[in-house]
C-alpha cells in the first residue's frame, strides 16, 4: 500500500463550482487588489476574530512586512525559537534584523520560561513560532511582552485556528502572519499569506507597505513593496475558506485516533496535549525510539513519512555568523533525533491510518527493542 505525504491532488481535483468561478473572474479583469480580495480579507478576519486582515504575497512577506510596519529596524534584535522553520529567520535577516533564538518543549514551539533571559535592550520584537499546529504558551508570552514593552509578532503560518482557551493564534499579538502556501492547511495555488490585527493603524500602514506605499497613483507615502495577494489566488481562497474549520476538524479526529493507537507502543511517544489547546496539527509528529531505522522502514513500506527537521534552523550555514553552537538548544537537538512525521490531513483515508499504525507496530516486533 501507498501512503502519500501531499494531498494537493486530491484537494482540487473536483471543484467544478471554483472553475466557473474562476472562470467568471477572468473575464472581469479585475486581478489586482480586487474585490475577491476585499472579500477574502474580511472572511479570513472573521474566521480568526480579528477586525482586519491584509493579503500579501507570502507567509515570510507576512513575516517582514509587520516587523517593518511595527519599526524592526537593521540591528535590531528578534527572539524567536530555535526550531523554527528556515522563513521565520529570513523574514528577521532581510530588513537586518539579528535572529535571537530561544529553544523549543516537547509542543514543539519556544519554551516561553526562558523567554526573558533573551531581552536585551536591543530587543524590538518577539517572533513566538505556532509550529506544527500547536500554540506557544501566549498568556505568559504576553505578560512578558507588557512587562518589557515589547511588541508580539505571531508566526501563525502552520496554526491556522489552532487556540489557547478558544483564543485564536493571530489574535494575541500585533499582528499574526500566516502563510496559504499550497503546503498549508489552507492554502491557493501558489505562494500567498496574510496579516491579521486588530490595530488600525498597523492595518493602514500594512496596506501601503504591500502595495509600494502607495496611498494613490500619483502619491507614494513610504517605502514598500510589492506583496500583494492576487486576486486571483483570494478567488481559490473564498472557495476553500469556508472549509477551514472541518479541514481543522478532519485533522484533529486523525491525530486522535493516531495517539490512541500510537499509545498502545511502548517505543513511541506522544508529545503532550494541553487541555486548553487546540491543535491543529499542520503536522503529526511523535517521538519514535530508533527513529532513523523506523523512517526506512516506512519509506520501504510505501508511507511517505517526514522529518520536520534533521538539521535545525539555528545550525544552519546560513546563520553560522550568529555564533551559535551544537547542544546550545538541547530540546530541539533531541527533538532532532526521534521526531518522526506522519501525514495527518483530511483527505487521508482509515485505511491509510491504519496501515501506517500496523507498519510502526510490525517495526518495532521485528526488531524486539
Ligand atoms: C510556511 C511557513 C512560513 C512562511 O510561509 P511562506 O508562505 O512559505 O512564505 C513561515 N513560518 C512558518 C513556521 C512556516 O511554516
Redesign the pocket.
Known amino acids: 500500500m501507498k501512503v502519500r505525504y501531499s494531498y494537493l491532488k486530491q484537494q482540487f481535483s473536483n471543484c467544478p463550482d471554483l472553475w466557473s468561478k474562476l472562470k467568471k473572474f477572468v473575464s472581469t479583469g479585475d486581478f489586482t487588489l480586487g474585490k475577491e480580495l476585499g472579500f477574502f480579507e474580511r472572511k479570513f478576519a472573521q474566521l480568526i476574530g480579528t477586525k482586519y486582515a491584509i493579503g500579501v504575497?507570502?507567509?515570510?512577506?507576512?513575516?517582514k512586512i509587520s516587523l517593518k510596519a511595527i519599526g524592526v529596524k537593521s540591528g535590531d534584535e528578534v527572539i524567536t525559537a530555535a526550531n523554527?522553520?528556515v522563513?521565520?529567520v529570513g523574514?528577521i535577516t532581510e530588513i537586518g534584523a539579528i535572529p535571537k533564538f530561544v529553544d523549543c518543549d516537547d509542543t514543539f514551539c519556544m519554551n516561553v520560561e526562558h523567554l526573558e533571559k533573551k531581552i536585551t535592550k536591543k530587543t524590538k520584537a518577539i517572533v513566538p513560532?505556532?509550529?506544527t499546529g500547536y500554540m506557544t504558551n501566549m498568556p505568559k508570552l504576553m505578560k512578558l511582552s507588557k512587562k518589557y514593552k515589547i511588541p508580539v509578532i505571531e508566526?501563525a503560518?502552520?496554526s491556522i485556528l489552532g487556540s489557547i482557551n478558544n483564543k485564536n493564534a493571530g489574535t494575541w499579538g500585533l499582528t499574526g502572519?500566516f502563510?496559504?502556501?499550497p503546503?498549508?492547511n489552507i492554502n491557493v495555488w501558489s505562494?500567498?499569506?496574510i496579516i491579521t490585527t486588530n490595530n488600525k493603524k498597523l492595518y493602514e500602514k500594512i496596506k501601503l507597505l504591500r502595495n509600494h506605499g502607495l496611498i494613490d497613483r500619483d502619491t507614494v507615502k513610504i517605502n514598500g513593496y510589492n506583496s500583494r495577494l492576487d486576486t486571483f489566488q483570494a478567488v481559490v481562497g473564498n472557495w476553500l475558506l469556508p472549509k477551514a474549520k472541518q479541514i481543522a476538524n478532519r485533522r484533529i479526529k486523525n491525530a486522535k485516533y493516531f495517539d490512541n493507537e500510537f499509545s498502545k507502543i511502548k517505543q513511541i511517544n506522544i508529545p503532550p496535549r494541553p487541555k486548553n489547546m487546540k491543535v491543529v496539527f499542520?503536522l503529526y509528529i511523535i517521538f519514535a525510539e530508533n527513529r532513523d531505522e523506523l523512517y526506512k522502514y516506512c519509506l520501504k513500506k510505501g508511507i511517505e513519512a517526514k522529518i520536520h527537521y534533521p538539521k535545525p534552523m539555528y545550525l544552519q550555514e546560513s546563520v553560522k555568523y550568529l555564533g551559535y553552537k551544537k547542544n546550545d538548544f538541547p530540546i530541539t537537538d533531541g527533538h532532532c533525533k526521534k521526531i518522526i512525521s506522519f501525514p495527518c490531513d483530511q483527505h487521508l483515508t482509515k485505511k491509510q491510518q491504519n496501515y501506517i499504525i500496523s507498519t510502526v507496530k510490525k517495526f518495532y516486533i521485528g526488531t524486539k527493542n
Not at 57 to 63: M, R
Request: charged share 15%; hydrophobic share 35%; aromatic share 8%.
Open positions: 504575497n507570502s507567509g515570510t512577506d507576512a513575516l523554527t522553520f522563513a521565520t523574514a513560532v505556532h509550529f508566526d503560518c502552520q502572519a502563510s496559504l502556501h503546503l498549508k505562494d500567498g499569506g499542520h
